[in-house]
Nanobody, 119 residues
Framework: VQLVESGGGLVQAGWSLELSCAASGNTGSIDAMGWYRQAPGTERELVARIYSSGGTHYADSVKGRVTISRDNAKNTVFLHIPSLKPEDTAVYYC??????????????WGQGTQVTVSS
């Protein structure tokens, strides 16, 4: 599975941004896709995840503000972030999870896209 993110950039606080992640390869094996972010000096943290069933999970820090969605036909996942804040500044990474067998879990990562929010 290969993942390519796009949509990052330098934006002003209060603006909206939509990140895209296009998956290729053995996409039929993907059980979930998600977005993580990593700010300087911090650990990578989960932002949101969407499962093959369509269910979603959000980090408490963004719940009610961001939206994860997907276009199955294009094997693409989106992360919509409205009302951007300076604390949203981070490198955003796309993640895909493939579960095989009883407990064999493989994680795939994109190269990351930088989001910088100026105040």
């Amino acid at each position: 599975v290969q993942l390519v993110e796009s949509g990052g950039g330098l934006v002003q606080a209060g603006w909206s941004l939509e990140l895209s992640c296009a998956a290729s390869g053995n996409t039929g094996s993907i059980d979930a896709m998600g977005w993580y972010r990593q700010a300087p000096g911090t650990e990578r943290e989960l932002v949101a995840r969407i499962y093959s069933s369509g269910g979603t999970h959000y980090a408490d820090s963004v719940k009610g503000r961001v939206t994860i969605s997907r276009d199955n036909a294009k094997n693409t996942v989106f992360l919509h972030i409205p009302s951007l804040k300076p604390e949203d500044t981070a490198v955003y990474y796309c993640n895909a999870v493939v579960v095989s067998g009883d407990s064999d879990i493989a994680n795939y990562w994109g190269q990351g896209t930088q989001v910088t929010v100026s105040s």
